[in-house]
């Protein structure tokens, strides 16, 4: 479920403080740290993107719908429908409860064969869904539908991607809670690395004695490296799997 605490502010504070900023001055400023978020939630998004059920009013007139009014969305991934057998003609209905074979075709190989014909016609058009797909145009995505037979109701799934905002709509906060954590920490693993650029231009810190000390610049490159790698090795276990293929 969507987390209540994860902010654009909160990750940056759990960061620099983790980077030791309550002792020592951080060479970090804020677009480093945007930029160090964006990270997290760009690879976020790769292994752990947002699905979405709408529904979506049809016709068989029309035939382009959007552009889709998600906010981060991705693409569809799948559209369903239930249809109507109304248009498939029934050969051997006379009444309302008589069935026919009757008349000269009862039990004749001529009468099988028109059952056998109307149910093959049958199950040919109650599977054979409309065609459809899905394509960007400028800024927005749309859906084309060509109906093939009467559409009663239509849904469709689609992916999108959460974003490095507070915006209710898309941002952070809509990411799980379980994974609230992870996003910190690889901003964490990341913002080392820069930190870790940025110390090794003075390799040392300067002493009031004219000379310098030694900064850890190596080993925060190292460990920021590793960090990064463990992290996008435990994001691609939590993978969802891939919809189901429905016949």
Same mark, same amino acid.
């Given at each position: 479920m969507p987390n209540t605490t994860l902010t654009v502010k909160s990750v940056q504070e759990e960061v620099a403080a983790a980077l030791g900023a309550s002792q020592v001055s951080i060479e970090l400023d804020a677009k480093d740290y945007e930029k160090c978020l964006k990270d997290a939630v760009r690879v976020y998004n790769r292994n752990r993107p947002r699905r979405g059920l709408a529904a979506l009013a049809v016709s068989e007139e029309q035939k382009k719908y959007g552009p889709l009014p998600h906010p981060g969305l991705q693409g569809v991934t799948d559209v369903q429908f239930v249809t109507s057998l109304e248009e498939i003609p029934d050969p051997f209905v006379f009444g309302e409860d008589e069935m026919l074979i009757k008349g000269d075709i009862k039990g004749t190989v001529g009468? /099988?064969?028109m059952q056998l014909a109307y149910v093959e016609m049958a199950r040919r058009m109650y599977g054979s869904e409309p065609d459809w797909y899905g394509a960007w145009e400028g800024k927005g995505y749309y859906l084309y539908i060509d109906m093939k037979l009467r559409v009663l109701l239509c849904s469709y799934r689609f992916t999108w991607?959460?974003?490095?905002?507070?915006d209710p709509n898309v941002g952070l906060s809509l990411i799980d809670d379980g994974d609230t954590d992870w996003?910190?920490?690889?901003? /964490?693993?990341?913002a080392k690395q820069i930190l870790a650029r940025v110390r090794g231009k003075f390799h040392g810190i300067p002493n009031p004695d004219g000379g310098s000390d030694d900064n850890d610049y190596s080993e925060l490159a190292s460990e920021g490296k590793e960090e990064e790698r463990d992290l996008e090795a435990e994001i691609q276990k939590r993978r969802r799997p891939l919809l189901p293929v429905i016949e």
């Open positions: 009468g /099988l064969e991607h959460v974003q490095p905002t507070d996003i910190t920490r690889y901003t /964490l693993a990341k």
